[in-house]
């Protein structure tokens, strides 16, 4: 009778330091790459927000993606992002990249070939990144703000589609204030 006594204690040590070993490791995963989402309300104002000279005035759509390097919020909207590269470019609309001042880091490869702007005027009153400004074929604001709402930028849930489908349609669009809920990081420190 001690040899079945035997294994099952054995069996049952076995089963205990495996789910020991699962335990440390879904840890270890949850700690290094799982982050907790925390939305943040931010209040995005373009008010003070201006095109440089050279590109300021009657032209084309113009975006500009606000973004630092450092926060995890961009690699909710970067696949969009290049998404609407691949739709709007072709259709004459154009794609700056403005980075947090005082960071370090680099675009992904698929958002490398987006014009890359030192500065713009008024951007030191960025509250949040990520964030979007859209200039209409006149040099107006016509947007700014998020992408979205929420930890993920999609088609589906996205601010922007409408407001450059608009614009392309020749259709006056003034959404220069926005409140919005979401995953973003301060700007201002860095400014």
């Avoid at 973004?67 to 470019?89: K, M, S, T």
């Avoid at 500065?119 to 016509?142: C, F, N, Y």
Wanted: overall charge negative.
């Amino acid at each position: 009778m001690r040899q079945p006594y035997r294994n099952a204690l054995f069996a049952s040590l076995i089963l205990i330091l495996c789910a020991g070993v699962l335990w440390a490791a879904y840890d270890w995963f949850q700690g290094r790459y799982l982050r907790a989402f925390s939305e943040h309300t931010a209040v995005f104002s373009g008010d003070a927000l201006r095109l440089p000279a050279e590109l300021s005035g009657p032209g084309p759509i113009r975006l500009v993606h606000f973004w630092d390097p450092a926060c995890p919020c961009n690699v909710g909207n970067q696949q969009h992002l290049a998404e609407l590269i691949e739709q709007y470019a072709p259709q004459g609309v154009e794609f700056y990249a403005l980075q947090k001042p005082g960071s370090h880091g680099q675009l992904p490869d698929n958002l490398r070939h987006m014009k890359v702007l030192t500065a713009l005027p008024g951007a030191d009153q960025i509250p949040a990144t990520p964030a979007v400004g859209i200039w209409d074929r006149s040099g107006k604001l016509a947007y700014f703000g998020p992408y979205s709402e929420g930890l993920t930028c999609n088609a589906s849930n996205s601010f922007i589609e409408p407001i450059l489908k608009a614009l392309e349609a020749g259709r006056e669009v003034n959404a220069t204030h926005t409140l919005a809920v979401g995953c973003y990081c301060s700007w201002p420190n860095g400014s």
